[in-house]
């Protein structure tokens, strides 16, 4: 399609466009930025996006967007729906063949999505299924062989070149996550009355994942991480905070702190209402404080917005490189963050939070060499990723 046909296309009064990747919590937030200068440019135009269950939390309430649909689970009737839309545009921030693919099966009149260069198949069957594919010269693949051998655009930044093709120049590049009124309220009856923080305490954060350190040593490794946490910052509350997914492991380790000061856990459930939804979760909570230099607490099973505005209220963030890394940066909060051994240069560099001061640090073991060590090598390279953590933390406090 030529240029001309492209701009009498963007220049319908009924103009719909359809944002197509369907990704994880952290991706989605990194193109936010992009769907507001879509709205900026384009201020009449029906800006849909597809999104998953999780992703559907980030992305409601988001003023540059008219409507959202939750893809479940690909039938053909859920493809004859879209098809049936005829989208004017069809937008893919994703350089993934399978997503091409997907893009292709709603149709459309005007199919965009970023290539590199690089990268051949993907080549091959962008330029048959797309109607433009741009080519992206910061090739990921050549970056992480040689890191000095070509620049590199943050993720949010390559969004926004994706754009720029439809005339669409981010001029404001932070990051939207909304929250209400009552999720606010939530976060701090939550701190205040809850785990009963006071209104001068500070809290460090960590992110509960199933990702930390190494197989086998998921578990242990984050309980020694929160202890050293709770050692080393004794005026600090520890904060350990899961988002729906991962309660298993948070159980886990709560139980590991609680044998470990020989301390008794009295979890408190109760169920919250999800806002703007009839949909309800059950959240879980509870305070480990067996003594005076001990303040532990857990909460399990945040709604996504909830869990935003809880972290609104702390002092830093400790995660794995996750969604968790970009919503802290989505709720101006510093942020510790622990990236794989392999990929350390190009996620610390392409996916680094956005916008905030952040502190990376790189695993001592990818994880197949790790698992080729004895315990005691073992044991020496989780305590070293748990010192290094705690020196990022110290540089940011």
């Known amino acids: 399609m030529n240029e001309k046909n492209l701009k009498m296309i963007l220049k319908k009064e009924d103009l719909s466009i359809l944002i197509a990747r369907i990704d994880h919590v952290g991706d989605t937030l990194l193109y936010t930025p992009a769907l507001s200068a879509l709205r900026m440019k384009y201020p009449d135009a029906n800006i849909t996006v597809l999104s998953s269950p999780l992703t559907h939390e980030v992305l409601r309430g988001n003023t540059d967007i008219d409507e959202i649909i939750c893809y479940n689970e690909a039938s053909g009737e859920f493809y004859d729906n879209i098809r049936s839309r005829k989208f004017d545009v069809i937008l893919n921030f994703s350089a993934a063949v399978k997503d091409f693919i997907e893009a292709y099966k709603y149709g459309g009149r005007f199919r965009i999505a970023p290539l590199y260069k690089n990268m051949l198949v993907s080549q091959v069957v962008g330029r048959i299924l797309l109607h433009r594919a741009i080519i992206c010269e910061d090739d990921p693949g050549a970056y992480m062989n040689n890191p000095d051998s070509t620049t590199l655009l943050h993720e949010v930044e390559q969004n926004g070149k994706v754009v720029s093709h439809l005339y669409a120049d981010p001029v404001d590049t932070s990051l939207v996550l909304p929250v209400f009124p009552e999720d606010e309220s939530f976060a701090d009856d939550f701190i205040h009355n809850k785990i009963k923080i006071p209104g001068d305490g500070k809290i460090i954060a960590l992110q509960i994942s199933d990702r930390w350190f190494y197989e086998g040593y998921r578990e ?18 520890i904060l350990c905070l ?14 590991s702190i609680a044998e470990c000061f020989n301390c008794k856990i009295d979890e408190k459930k109760e169920e919250i209402k999800i806002t703007g939804s009839d949909k309800t979760a059950l ?9 005076s230099n001990l303040k532990i607490c857990f909460a399990s099973n945040i709604p996504m917005k909830k869990y935003t505005s809880i972290l609104k209220r702390c002092e830093m963030l400790v995660t ?3 969604g968790a890394t970009h ?13 794989n051994h392999d990929y350390f240069e190009y996620f610390s560099y392409r996916e680094r939070p956005w916008k905030v001061e952040f502190r990376a640090v790189k695993k001592k073991h990818n994880d197949n060499d790790f698992h080729e060590l004895q315990d005691k090598g073992k044991k020496r390279s989780v305590e070293g990723n748990i010192e290094d953590i705690i020196n990022a933390c110290k540089v940011l406090l």
């Not at 729906?244 to 139980?255: D, L, R, T, W």
């Not at 989505?330 to 510790?336: D, E, H, I, K, T």
Request: hydrophobic share 40%; net charge neutral; aromatic share 8%.
């Open 220 to 237: 242990e490794g984050q309980a020694n991480l929160i202890r050293e946490l709770n050692s080393k910052f004794p005026d600090c509350t």
């Open 242 to 255: 899961s988002y729906p997914g991962v309660e298993s492991i948070a159980n886990k380790v709560m139980k």
């Open 283 to 291: 959240f879980s909570f509870t305070s480990i404080s067996a003594s």
């Open 320 to 322: 794995m490189h996750s």
């Open 327 to 339: 919503i802290s940066a989505a709720a101006g909060l510093p942020s510790v963050v622990v990236f």
